[in-house]
């Protein structure tokens, strides 16, 4: 199981003279998904990342519980390494164990099998976003999913799959952030909606 929580309290961030959002609270139970909307520059990719640690918050708190997987709105994606290579180093720093079988396994569920020797550089934009999101496939005990614009590039059926796997990970008692622009592709469960920005 992946049990995890999350809890947000008066949470503030601002850029420079311009408070993105503030008196910020909410709270995530066991088999939440939350989407966080708002405008462009709104301060959703800065939400994100008080929520992470990543960021420190002008005021407020958050507290967690479990691991964290945080996939980035940019996919981080180095040019001159391989598929494979890329998704190695990726999960080697959430300190993910995988071995070659393990990513094999991953980039084909991805679709991206054939590709797994191709440097990224020669990947189209939605196949270096699939790289990153392989990485859930090896993330199932990690409670707390924080995913910035996962469905950028991604094509119908990579939409799909990545509603699947948010709810796979739901049942399993996870929760996740994801900051989007778009419906999130859930059959079986309605996200909570979290707007900011004016
Ligand atoms: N590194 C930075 N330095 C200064 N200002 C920044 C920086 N990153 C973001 N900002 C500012 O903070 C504000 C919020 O940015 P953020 O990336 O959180 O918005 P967002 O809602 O995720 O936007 P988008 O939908 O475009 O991804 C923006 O107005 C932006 O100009």
New binding site residues.
Partial sequence: MSIARLEVRSLAAS??P?T?FRDLSFALVPGEIAAVR????????????CVAGLTQPEAGDVVREGGILFLG?LPGIKDDLTAEENLEFALRMQGVDADATKIRTALSVVGLEGKRRVPARRLSAGQRRRIGLARLTLSTTTGLWIL??PLASLDASGEEWLGGMLEAHAGRGGIALV?T?HPLPLAKITPRDIA??P
């Fill in positions: 850029r420079g311009v993105l708002g405008p462009n520059g709104s301060g959703k990719t800065t939400l994100l990342r709105h910035d614009e900051a622009h900011i920005g």
